[in-house]
C-alpha cells in the first residue's frame, strides 16, 4: 500500500463522527491490516466503581480497525459494511490505559472479507479482547 | 381476615422508576450514547435518539456498527441486570435510596457479543428489546433486537454471553 493511500485512509476514519467523538487514531495501515488506538476517557467508563471501559467502546474500535483492514486488502473496492461481529472479552481494561487494536483481513473473496483482531493495554502478554466477523466487498446489498 | 392492600400506583411506579433510572444514569458509556429506557411494567425498550456523533458513514449516511454494538450492549446488560433485580426491587430487599445515589449492584459482565448487522442504521431513533433465554448463577445468555420505524424490521440483532456478579454468600 502506498502512502497516499495511507494517508487517504487516515483522512477517512478521522472524518468518521462517531470515531472522532470516541477520540480513536489510525496509527497504521498495510495491504490487508489495520492499526487503531483508543485513548482512555472517562465519559466512556461502563463501570464507575473501578472506571474500566465499557466494552462497548472497545467493540467501536475493533469494528472500525476491522473495516479499515477489510477495505485497505487490495482486493478490495475500498468501501465495506459489517456483517456480524463477534467480540470475546478476556479481561477489563486497566483504568488509564489506551486501547491498542490491530486487525488483519485473513481471507478475501468477491463477496466477503474474514477479519479479525485483537485489543491490548499496556500488558502486551494479556490480550483485553479479541473480535472476528464478516465484512461486505463493496457496499451492502 | 388479612387482606393487604395495594400499595398506591404512584408509590410503585416511583420506587420502579428510581431503580430503573439509577441503572441507567449511573454509568457514563450509557450518558456518552445517550441512550434512555422507557418501563411498561418489568417490559423494557431502550432508546438512542439520533446525533450526529452516532454516525459511522457520512456518505450515507448511516450510524456507525460500534455505535450500535454499544446500544445492544447497554440494552442487554441493563435489561439483565433488571431481571435479576425486580424481584428484591418488588420486594424492598433493595434500598432503592441507597441506589438513587450511585450504589449501584455490581452489573454483569460480558464474556462474548455477537451482533448481526441486518441493514444499516438509518440516521434515526433506534429501538431495542433484550429477552433473557437463560440466567443462571454464573452464566446468563440475552438476545437482543433493534429496528428504528418499523418494529417487524431489524436493523440489528445480537446474542451475548454473561457472568453474572457474584453475591456476598458466594
Known sequence: ?141 | MSFKRPEPVQVVKQRRDGALNALVHGVPYVQFLGIEFDRRGDELTALMPFDEKLIGNPMLPALHGGAIAGFLETTAVIGLAWSVLWEDIESGNIDTEELAIGHLPRLPKTIDFNVDYLRSGLPRDAYARAKVNRSGRRYASVHVEAWQDQRGKLFAQATGHFLMPVGEDD
Open chain 1, 1 to 141: 500500500m502506498n502512502s497516499k493511500k495511507a494517508e487517504m485512509a487516515e483522512q477517512f476514519i478521522s472524518a468518521i463522527p462517531h470515531c472522532k467523538a470516541l477520540g480513536m487514531k489510525l496509527t497504521g495501515i498495510g495491504d490487508g491490516f489495520a492499526e487503531m488506538e483508543l485513548p482512555y476517557d472517562l465519559r466512556i467508563v461502563g463501570d464507575p466503581e473501578t472506571g474500566v471501559l465499557h466494552g462497548g467502546a472497545v467493540s467501536a474500535l475493533m469494528d472500525t480497525c476491522c473495516g479499515a483492514a477489510a477495505m485497505s486488502h487490495p482486493a478490495s473496492p475500498a468501501t465495506t459494511a459489517t456483517i456480524d461481529l463477534r467480540i470475546d472479552y478476556m479481561r477489563a481494561a486497566t483504568p488509564g490505559q489506551t486501547i491498542r487494536t490491530r486487525a488483519e483481513c485473513y481471507h478475501i473473496t468477491r463477496s466477503v472479507a474474514f477479519v479479525r483482531a485483537t485489543a491490548l493495554d499496556d500488558d502486551p502478554d494479556r490480550p483485553v479482547a479479541t473480535a472476528a466477523g464478516a465484512f461486505t466487498v463493496g457496499g451492502l446489498k
